[in-house]
């Protein structure tokens, strides 16, 4: 049985997410709280395995209780359930160590199956958010790329064409060309300008 913790400053909220939780036979609302402090206080008395909470409350905001919870009661994940699809927020909440970012909108069936995920030790975030964290993003980080991708990268982040790379690592044009043409699909980068744009922005500062 999963241990819950739901925290909203509005009780319709509050009384529409504990009937729903509690239909499921693996979870057991064990409190609710109307604010940040309150939440923390109860938190450290209920121990429950999940605190399920709003960002914006009164005294202490969700990121704020995420942040107090991470040192005063360490074994309850913290899950978000905002209705801000906000990527500051999202980021703010998964770097101060949030296992999951759920929106409002979300149908009760995900609700649960994110739940069930996160007791088990995953990490959830909504469809929603995860699309608005990674559009218009590469796909793929620098650990995707080879050692020798790299150095193309911060050659052309330094303003090199691909005959003054080629002199800069020993290697000919055409297999510059190999290098940025992998580049590019590893990238998902729909141009050069685009590559050299991301050089710059990942390379650029490194010396």
């Given at each position: 049985?999963?241990?819950?913790?739901?925290?909203?400053?509005?009780?319709?909220?509050?009384?529409?997410?504990?009937m729903r939780l509690?239909?499921?036979?693996?979870?057991?609302?064990?409190?609710?709280?109307?604010?940040?402090e309150q939440a923390?206080?109860?938190?450290?008395?209920?121990?429950?395995?999940?605190?399920?909470?709003?960002?914006?409350?009164?005294?202490?905001?969700?990121?704020?209780?995420?942040?107090?919870?991470?040192?005063?009661?360490?074994?309850?994940?913290?899950?978000?359930?905002?209705?801000?699809?906000?990527?500051?927020?999202?980021?703010?909440?998964?770097?101060?160590?949030?296992?999951?970012?759920?929106?409002?909108?979300?149908?009760?069936?995900?609700?649960?199956?994110?739940?069930?995920?996160?007791?088990?030790?995953?990490?959830?975030?909504?469809?929603?958010?995860?699309?608005?964290?990674?559009?218009?993003?590469?796909?793929?980080?620098?650990?995707?790329?080879?050692?020798?991708?790299?150095?193309?990268?911060?050659?052309?982040?330094?303003?090199?064409?691909?005959k003054k790379i080629?002199?800069?690592?020993?290697?000919?044009?055409?297999?510059?060309?190999?290098?940025?043409?992998?580049?590019?699909?590893?990238?998902?980068?729909?141009?050069?300008?685009?590559?050299?744009?991301?050089?710059?922005?990942?390379?650029?500062?490194?010396?």
């Amino acid at each position: 049985m999963t241990s819950i913790l739901l925290v909203d400053d509005h009780p319709l909220v509050q009384d529409g997410l504990k009937m729903r939780l509690e239909a499921n036979p693996g979870f057991s609302v064990v409190g609710t709280a109307a604010d940040g402090e309150q939440a923390l206080t109860m938190a450290q008395q209920l121990n429950p395995d999940i605190v399920l909470t709003d960002i914006n409350m009164p005294k202490l905001n969700g990121i704020q209780l995420l942040e107090a919870l991470s040192e005063q009661s360490p074994n309850s994940k913290v899950v978000m359930l905002s209705m801000h699809d906000n990527k500051e927020y999202v980021q703010n909440a998964m770097r101060n160590g949030a296992k999951g970012y759920l929106l409002k909108d979300i149908a009760s069936s995900e609700l649960i199956s994110a739940l069930e995920a996160i007791a088990n030790g995953g990490r959830y975030i909504s469809a929603g958010v995860s699309k608005l964290l990674f559009d218009n993003e590469p796909s793929a980080s620098k650990a995707s790329l080879t050692k020798r991708e790299q150095q193309v990268l911060r050659l052309l982040a330094t303003g090199c064409g691909n005959k003054k790379i080629a002199d800069s690592l020993s290697i000919s044009i055409r297999t510059v060309e190999t290098h940025t043409l992998k580049i590019r699909r590893k990238l998902e980068l729909d141009s050069s300008a685009a590559m050299i744009k991301y050089a710059i922005e990942h390379y650029g500062s490194e010396s």
